[in-house]
């Protein structure tokens, strides 16, 4: 008895009493938190077929990287990953960066987000703003290598995209997929036809895609991802090697590679999105909704129009719902900005225009881009 008594020192309580402490903190956020809203909007094309759109902005620290964050947080520490003092690291420079700064200020904790150096300065900003450190590498490819430093001087590291996947409760606990299922309980059609996400981490798509089957619900998952993207490339034909056929401007998806936390498996189609059309569905988003949200948003909405026109043609009803990534704001200085899109030669009229027709006539008309 003495003996077992003794292997629990005083320092690993302490450690523990710090945990349980965080743990608190974390339960506590969540309690305070409002659930995201539900949009629901009607387009003249297409009767029979309601749209929804989950406002993922609407989270504290601005993105739907407010779950993730929160959940990488909860992982390292009830894996042990994660004690009182220690800094936190991870490689983003996009919304996964400012929603891990916002926690580790909540934790009391320090955090470094390591970034290639040609990051937008007004995200920059957003990470110092929330008491973060922003760890500026030259080469880009270069950045996990910079945050395994990190990790190997002590810090914690969340590892966004190796541990996406596994950090979020896919069985429920309120996880965004739970939630919209909740959400759409009382509408005339409450079993989407079709849920529409994009892969950046691929933790959103995966829960998602087993939270559905988990529940036995008929709703198919499709994932909206930046023509030739590397989740393009490698769900074709599960190839986990592949890569992407061109770079993209939509940030948070379309990444070059096939990342640990893309589960192919559970994705029934995907749609691929010229870069145009997503910019130019943000203009749509934007009169459609009366408020701006990221190029995300707008891959998004080109796919649930495309799913929506096969609906319509086959002559199915049924609901789709999809999310809304981000704010605008965040783009203010690039997708937005008139200036930017003519000095990549980018013209969106184009694509707006047949958009618009889409939306009245409920019916697709490529090419968008
Ligand atoms: C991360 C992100 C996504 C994709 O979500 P994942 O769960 O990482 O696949 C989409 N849009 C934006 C703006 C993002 O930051």
């Known amino acids: 008895m003495e003996n077992t008594l003794r292997l629990i020192d005083p320092p690993r309580q302490a450690t523990r009493h710090w945990v349980h402490g965080a743990l608190d903190t974390l339960a506590q956020e969540a309690a305070r938190s409002a659930d995201t809203h539900l949009l629901k909007l009607a387009l003249a094309g297409f009767p029979g077929i309601d749209f929804y759109f989950k406002d993922e902005s609407a989270h504290p620290s601005g993105s739907l990287k407010h779950r993730l964050a929160r959940s990488l947080y909860l ?79 002590g810090a914690s590291h969340l590892d966004q995209f190796g541990r996406a996947e596994r950090a979020t409760d896919w069985r429920g606990n309120n996880n ?45 998952l499709c994932v909206a991802e930046p023509a030739g993207s590397g ?63 990221g190029g995300s948003s707008g891959t998004n909405l080109v796919a649930c129009l495309q799913l929506a026109s096969g609906m319509r043609a086959r002559g199915e009803r049924g609901s789709i719902v999809s999310l809304l990534c981000d704010p605008g704001e965040r783009y203010a200085e690039t997708l937005f900005d008139p200036g930017w899109l003519a000095a990549r030669g980018i013209d969106i009229a184009p694509a707006r225009e047949a958009l618009t027709r889409c939306v009245a006539s409920g019916r697709w008309l490529p090419p968008l881009g």
Not at 95 to 106: D, N
Not at 177 to 204: D, F, K, L, N, Y
Request: charged share 20%; proline share 5%.
């Open 176 to 220: 965004i997929a739970e939630s919209i299922i909740q959400q759409m309980v009382r509408e005339p059609q409450p079993v989407p036809a079709w849920i529409v996400c994009g892969a950046g981490t691929g933790g959103t798509s995966a829960t998602i895609g087993r939270y559905l089957r988990y529940r036995r619900l008929d709703t198919r």
């Open 75 to 153: 992982y390292a520490l009830c894996n042990g990953r994660l004690h009182e003092g220690q800094a936190v690291v991870d490689a983003s420079s996009g919304s996964t960066a400012i929603s891990e700064a916002w926690f580790a200020r909540l934790l009391g904790l320090s955090f470094t987000a390591v970034m290639p150096a040609c990051t937008a300065p007004r995200k920059i900003r957003e990470v110092q703003a929330l008491g973060g450190t922003c760890d500026l590498v030259d080469d880009p490819s270069q950045v996990h290598a910079r945050a395994a430093a990190h990790a190997a001087r």
């Open 231 to 293: 989740f393009v490339q490698g769900w074709r034909t599960r190839d986990r090697e592949a890569v992407a056929q061109r770079p993209t401007l939509i940030e948070g998806i379309g990444r070059p590679r096939v990342e640990p936390g893309f589960l192919f498996d559970v994705v029934d189609q995907v749609v691929e999105v010229p870069d145009t059309a997503s910019i130019a569905a943000t203009r749509l988003l934007e009169e459609l909704l009366g408020r701006r949200y």
